[in-house]
């Protein structure tokens, strides 16, 4: 006797294997017979793809349940391509249709080996191949809870039953209206499409669910009781069916199925309470939703959620799972009861494998140790039976509740259909909570990117860089972060920064990580878990220890990626027994991105800052030589951020014995440009005055070469000069001022005069007449030679000028050479808040009163 039929009709496409295979598989799990599903669709999906690839046709499929099997046919169009029998041919045989390894025929081979009967039925324009699966003896294990039949809760009324059934559209007005609902509510079609819900459902002012009208639309599913408003205005009581729907664009729309309240049983579910029953006709009602909470607070509702699921149905631990956006996983996200092995957050398959396993269907597990579940959250947990229910939001799988006890048999059919219920009121709240918590992520997401950005960008030290990577990932991202730098994917990582939100456990961690191998820097995307460092630990007997006790969870590596080029690793580490979020990992991959560039700025910075700096000092003079008789003291200071030497220097040399060259000069500018020509000038200066020439010859060829730079040319003040000590203690000197400031000379009562007349600056005519200017310094006095950044150091227009330099060196009598050249470079600084922005070059010579020998 059949009790059940199921047919459905596939097009001749490539599709449609598929499609039959979801259809057997979903008629199957709907009566409660996960035994026979896996050899029902293999069979199936055989015999369809013989009728739409072979024959060519539309494939009818029939399923019947009977009471002791499962019959299953497939139909095609095409009778004249007949299949053969098998009965007379050997398996063995070199028929085609016998061959396993061969295409044709596989299917009825299939038949013969899984079904406990089989055959081919030929009619009229028809071939159907049919199979028979015999039902297992029922065994304690999971069944899938579905509603029961009605039995003897039939409607009766005076006239035929009305089913009216009104489509909403997402605003709560009428979208569609069938000649049913004119009956019921009498009003034609065209006089109701268009108005809101609202102005015809009479809804109960404090409704039983707690739930407004807009509410309840807005539910997956709702049952029960109302009021409707006719045409002549009168109220009926009717009992409703509410489904939330989406179109194939995705626009949602709530499909209302009504009848009158005497005539409820045609829409009712059986395992539901009615307002007015007894809770003994069919058990209370379950309400999950149990005291306020914060629609930001997600966490509290799926806690107080399972909590309470738990307590309502008499178990002993309860959990709650969410999917991921893809829907392809769940993720643990509240459980009671399971201490042993649970761990919040983790994650694993929607579908596990297990054939008696569906989430998306409620189930009932009898006794888990006959038939365990694909759930790897029960392993040793001591749960013997399970109830679970899907939580659905407009038809699209969220998550799933589960309840567990630790005795087999607990729940039944009537358990899991009341829980459906509940779980079907609670799942809008938990999605909604959902949706404003991951908003709330996105929004704190976008802004720690950003203040991460700006905290990258605000530092070019490559050092710095490192410390503020890892203070970033602590501890929002993970308890502790270790940074890796590599000279490329190839060469093994170097471990350049290590930090826990723990300070004390900062350097064991270190002494693990200098142990372990460094993670391979591999030219891979994305996140990769690391075990070495808790294999390291392992085997070293250090997971005991109170310094690495639950130090080590789950560890990911991110490689630092910049300019298509592996420069570093980021490692994560979160405790013992913690997994990190899909939403933190992501958080983290961006993090890694940014800190990629951000750290391969600072390291070409660096480069390049090292590299101009060893440039710039080759432009300096090395240590000044020591000269019998005279003191000698420089401060040089060039104006920029990260200049060495600018368009202001120095040089003092030797010459012959006991002869000394010493110069003082200005490029025109700074900069770069400028000191390429102090470069030119300082060597040309050694190399010219070693060659015998005077003082005037020195510099008419350093013009000449300045000349010879063409564009690239600056025009130079210079002062040049020959030093000679002599032997009664003074110093003799020939001096040439080419455009440059005049030196300043100190005698020994406090008299300060100029050293020098001025003469034509270098680098602009080609003839210069220039004449050398003898000078003797006697013993305790001291000749100040400056550049313009001392005299032209201005405060708005106040500048210090040749009388404010030669009034600061009136008080230096009697000082040392570097005492002097100080105390000219403190007024300098002081003669303004603002720091100084022109290059500034001081020189001071002083005979000592009594010769040093």
Known sequence: MVTARAAATFGPDGRSAAAARGFIRDALLGWGLPEVVDDAVVLVSELVTNAVVHAGTDAEVCCLREEQTVRIEVTDHHPERGLP???????????????PDGEGGRGLLMCSA??????????????????????????????????????SDLPSGPGPVHVAVVQLDEDGRVLAWNPDAEALFQYPAATVLGRPWADLAVWP???????????????????????????????????????????????????????????????????????????????????????????????????????????????DAAYLLLTTDDEAEFEVRAATGLTAGHRRHARFPVETGNRYDSARLPSVHEDLATRPTGLPLLSDSGMRSLVTVPLKVEGRLIGSLGIAASVPGRYDNEDALRLQSAADRVA????????????????????FLVEASDLLAGTLQHEQTLALMAQMAVPTLASWCAVYTTADHTSPGRLAFVLHEDEDRI??????????????????????????????????????GPELAGLLGETVVLALTARNRVIGLLVLGVP?????????????????????????????????TATSQALQRSLLPPDLPEIPGVEVDVYYQAAGEGNEVGGDFYDLFPIREGTYGFAIGDVCGTGPEAASVTGLARHSLRLLAREGLDAPQVLRRLNAAILDEGSRSRFLTLLYGELTPRPDGSTELSLVCAGHPLPLRLRTDGQVDRAATPQPLLGVMDDLDLTAETLVLAPGEVLLCVTDGVTERREGRRMLGDDGLAEVLTGCTGLTAGAVAARVQRAVERFAPEPPSDDMAILTLRVPTQRQG
């Open 85 to 99: 029998s098998l009965g007379d041919v050997p398996v063995t045989a070199s028929d085609r249709y016998a061959d």
């Open 114 to 151: 899984l079904a406990e009967r089989w055959g081919v039925e030929y009619a009229a324009g028809r071939k159907t191949v049919w199979f028979r699966l015999t039902l297992p003896a029922h065994v304690l294990g999971t069944r899938y809870a579905v509603p029961a039949t009605p039995g």
């Open 205 to 315: 002012k404090s409704p039983a669910r707690g739930l407004g009208l807009a509410d309840t639309l807005r539910m997956a599913r709702w049952e029960g009781g109302y009021g409707i408003r006719r045409r002549d205005g009168r109220e009926v009581e009717v009992y409703g069916v509410q489904v939330r729907l989406r179109d194939t664009e995705g626009v949602p729309s709530t499909l209302c199925l009504l009848v009158l309240e005497p005539e409820r049983a045609v829409l009712r579910s059986p395992a539901r309470a009615l307002p007015g029953e007894r809770p003994d006709q069919a058990g209370p009602r379950l309400d999950l939703l149990a005291g306020p909470v914060a629609g930001d607070d997600l966490d509290t509702l799926l806690q107080r959620t399972v909590e309470r699921a738990r307590d309502l149905l008499d178990g």
């Open 428 to 447: 809008l709240a938990v999605e909604s909570t959902r949706l404003t918590e991951l908003e709330q992520l996105r929004r704190g997401s976008l802004s």
């Open 507 to 544: 350097d064991p961690l270190r002494d693990l990580l200098d142990k372990t191998p460094a993670p391979e820097a591999g030219p891979s995307q994305g996140v990769r878990f690391w075990t070495a460092p808790t294999e390291t630990a392992e085997a070293g007997g250090l997971t005991d």
């Open 576 to 608: 013992a027994g913690v997994r990190f979020r899909q939403e933190i990992l992501e958080l983290a991959e961006d993090l890694a991105r940014r800190a990629a560039l951000a750290l391969d700025n600072s390291r070409l910075y660096s480069e390049r």
